[in-house]
């Protein structure tokens, strides 16, 4: 169910169809940081057609299928952060945990120097970003959806994830799921 709270650190951040951004229309949000000088956050249902192996080269054999580089958001596009699954609970240095076994990835790491604690790895360009209040003005205006993560969702199939997201909160939140593309067809 959606928490209609304050989003934090490892919860998703589910689009609306009233937001009409190009950039987040339809998108699943794992938050990384929220505070009072604001939020970052990574879109996890956006990959590009650009390959890990292109953008990354070491990455690859690490990567989650599908192994393609996404679209974390329109911030810093020119940057790459990554979420990876541990193996352990223990995972080595250079994994900050966020949602049970995925985590945050220090990509200044060799990945042979990570292939033993981390299973897989999803690599993003750019971030989503909101300076202070932003985000909780897109929420106050019903933009977003609150809801807990599930670790299979940063790391598992993009497809149809904003779908499966609204699905499983189960009420009034999972007729979203169903929403036309164009509300005028409705």
């Known amino acids: 169910m959606p ?3 304050v989003p934090t650190k490892g919860m998703l951040l589910v689009a609306t169809p009233p937001l009409v951004d190009p950039n987040f229309d339809r998108t699943v949000v ?4 929220h505070g009072e000088s604001g939020a970052i956050g990574l879109v996890l249902n956006r990959p590009s057609e650009t390959p890990v192996a292109a953008a990354l080269p070491g990455w690859e054999d690490l990567a989650a299928e599908p192994a393609w580089v996404f679209a974390g958001g329109p911030v810093s596009t020119d940057s790459a952060i990554a979420l990876g699954s541990a ?12 949602v049970g076994y995925v985590g945050t990835i220090d990509l200044h790491r060799d990945p042979d120097d990570v292939v033993h604690d981390i299973a897989a790895v999803r690599i993003f360009a750019g ?6 209040g932003q985000l909780e003005d897109e929420l106050s205006a019903n933009a977003w959806l609150v809801v807990p993560a599930w670790p299979q969702d940063a790391l598992g199939d993009p497809d149809d994830l904003w779908r499966r997201v609204l699905l499983r909160q189960g009420g009034r939140v999972a007729w979203l799921a169903n929403a036309p593309f164009d509300p005028s067809m409705n």
């Open 127 to 132: 971030y989503s970003g909101w300076g202070p």
């Open 3 to 5: 928490t209609n709270g």
């Open 30 to 33: 794992l938050v990384l940081e």
């Open 87 to 98: 193996r352990h609970a223990d995972a080595g240095g250079g994994w900050e945990p966020l």
